[in-house]
Protein backbone atom coordinates (compact mmCIF):
# COMPACT_ATOMS: atom_id res chain seq x y z
CA UNK A 1 0.00 0.00 0.00
CA UNK A 2 2.85 2.69 -1.34
CA UNK A 3 -0.63 5.08 -1.72
CA UNK A 4 -1.81 5.63 1.26
CA UNK A 5 0.06 8.66 3.14
CA UNK A 6 -2.54 10.68 5.22
CA UNK A 7 -5.47 8.12 3.42
CA UNK A 8 -8.66 8.57 5.91
CA UNK A 9 -7.34 11.83 7.26
CA UNK A 10 -7.82 15.80 6.58
CA UNK A 11 -4.87 17.77 5.67
CA UNK A 12 -4.51 21.29 4.70
CA UNK A 13 -2.39 20.99 1.46
CA UNK A 14 -2.01 24.20 -0.98
CA UNK A 15 -4.48 26.18 1.03
CA UNK A 16 -7.73 23.90 0.79
CA UNK A 17 -8.56 21.10 3.17
CA UNK A 18 -8.34 17.57 1.46
CA UNK A 19 -9.83 14.40 2.29
CA UNK A 20 -7.57 11.61 0.78
CA UNK A 21 -8.64 8.33 0.91
CA UNK A 22 -6.48 5.71 -1.14
CA UNK A 23 -8.63 3.33 -3.66
CA UNK A 24 -6.39 0.32 -2.51
CA UNK A 25 -7.41 1.52 0.59
CA UNK A 26 -10.89 0.96 0.41
CA UNK A 27 -11.39 -2.58 1.44
CA UNK A 28 -9.62 -2.24 4.53
CA UNK A 29 -11.96 1.62 5.23
CA UNK A 30 -15.31 -1.35 4.21
CA UNK A 31 -13.93 -3.27 6.35
CA UNK A 32 -14.71 -1.03 9.55
CA UNK A 33 -18.33 -0.16 8.78
CA UNK A 34 -19.69 -1.86 11.68
CA UNK A 35 -23.62 -1.63 9.31
CA UNK A 36 -21.97 -3.74 6.80
CA UNK A 37 -21.11 -6.95 9.09
CA UNK A 38 -22.91 -10.06 9.37
CA UNK A 39 -24.37 -11.70 12.45
CA UNK A 40 -21.07 -13.21 13.35
CA UNK A 41 -19.13 -9.79 13.47
CA UNK A 42 -17.57 -10.73 10.20
CA UNK A 43 -17.85 -8.06 6.71
CA UNK A 44 -20.58 -9.10 4.28
CA UNK A 45 -18.42 -6.89 1.56
CA UNK A 46 -15.34 -7.58 -0.24
CA UNK A 47 -13.89 -4.70 -2.90
CA UNK A 48 -13.57 -6.56 -5.70
CA UNK A 49 -12.44 -2.94 -8.20
CA UNK A 50 -11.36 -0.62 -5.89
CA UNK A 51 -12.12 2.26 -9.27
CA UNK A 52 -15.41 1.48 -9.62
CA UNK A 53 -16.31 1.16 -6.56
CA UNK A 54 -14.43 4.41 -5.49
CA UNK A 55 -16.53 6.08 -8.54
CA UNK A 56 -19.69 4.81 -6.82
CA UNK A 57 -18.62 6.01 -3.73
CA UNK A 58 -17.88 9.47 -4.75
CA UNK A 59 -21.31 10.03 -6.78
CA UNK A 60 -22.53 8.73 -2.80
CA UNK A 61 -20.73 11.10 -1.37
CA UNK A 62 -21.46 14.34 -3.71
CA UNK A 63 -25.33 13.26 -4.00
CA UNK A 64 -27.91 15.91 -3.21
CA UNK A 65 -31.02 15.96 -1.35
CA UNK A 66 -33.69 18.22 -2.14
CA UNK A 67 -31.84 21.36 -0.86
CA UNK A 68 -28.74 20.37 -2.53
CA UNK A 69 -27.36 19.66 0.71
CA UNK A 70 -24.70 16.30 0.40
CA UNK A 71 -22.98 14.21 2.75
CA UNK A 72 -19.86 16.09 2.40
CA UNK A 73 -21.48 19.32 3.73
CA UNK A 74 -23.41 16.85 6.59
CA UNK A 75 -19.84 15.32 7.29
CA UNK A 76 -18.33 19.67 7.30
CA UNK A 77 -21.44 21.08 9.25
CA UNK A 78 -20.70 18.34 12.33
CA UNK A 79 -17.34 18.54 12.28
CA UNK A 80 -17.31 22.46 12.08
CA UNK A 81 -19.90 22.40 15.29
CA UNK A 82 -17.70 19.85 16.96
CA UNK A 83 -15.03 22.18 16.69
CA UNK A 84 -16.67 25.00 18.05
CA UNK A 85 -17.95 22.75 20.99
CA UNK A 86 -14.59 22.40 21.79
CA UNK A 87 -13.00 25.78 21.67
CA UNK A 88 -11.48 25.89 17.91
CA UNK A 89 -9.30 29.14 17.84
CA UNK A 90 -9.60 31.51 14.92
CA UNK A 91 -13.47 32.12 15.24
CA UNK A 92 -15.34 34.47 17.31
CA UNK A 93 -18.81 34.73 17.96
CA UNK A 94 -21.03 37.83 16.27
Known amino acids: MGNIKDSGRAVIEDGCIVIR???EALETVIDGVGTLWDERGEPRFKV?????FAAD?????????????????????????????????GIEEK
Do not use: P, W
Not at 60 to 86: C, K, P, W
Open 57 to 89: LVHSLNDEDEQGTTRIHLMFDDAIDHAVEYGAE
Open 48 to 52: TDGLK
Open 21 to 23: VAI
